[in-house]
Nanobody, 124 residues
């Protein structure tokens, strides 16, 4: 069964940067579309970014466009989310999720495999 493990979260000041990683085991990531979601306390889980199996298609939530970049290294079985110019409203638990199709979706229900999440806190 596919296992996804997120890492790279932490505490950062506003304007700072973090890079999240989503590593897969027991399955080749290159066949999967991977998305990042986030959930802040008291709020619903929202889609942040998505990358298809080849890396040729990416999309972003309007709130992170121009600041976040998703990428993948299929040789390392890992997907990354580079987050720059972080804002306090980016504070949330970030999850990576996988779906066994070649197209992105911003709907959490379309993803069958999830990591345990990593906390990102943006605060001075």
């Amino acid at each position: 069964q596919l296992q996804l493990v997120e890492s790279g979260g932490g505490l950062v000041q506003p304007g700072g940067s973090l890079r999240l990683s989503c590593a897969a085991s027991r399955f080749t990531l290159g066949y999967l579309t991977i998305a990042w979601f986030r959930q802040a306390p008291g709020k619903e889980r929202e889609g942040v970014s998505c990358i298809n199996h080849s890396g040729g298609l990416t999309n972003y939530a309007d709130s992170v466009k121009g600041r976040f970049t998703i990428s993948r290294d299929n040789a390392k079985n890992t997907v990354y989310l580079q987050m720059n110019s972080l804002k306090p409203e980016d504070t949330a638990v970030y999850y990576c999720a996988a779906r066994r199709t070649y197209y992105c979706s911003g709907y959490a229900g379309d993803y069958g495999d999830w990591g345990q999440g990593t906390q990102v806190t943006v605060s001075s």
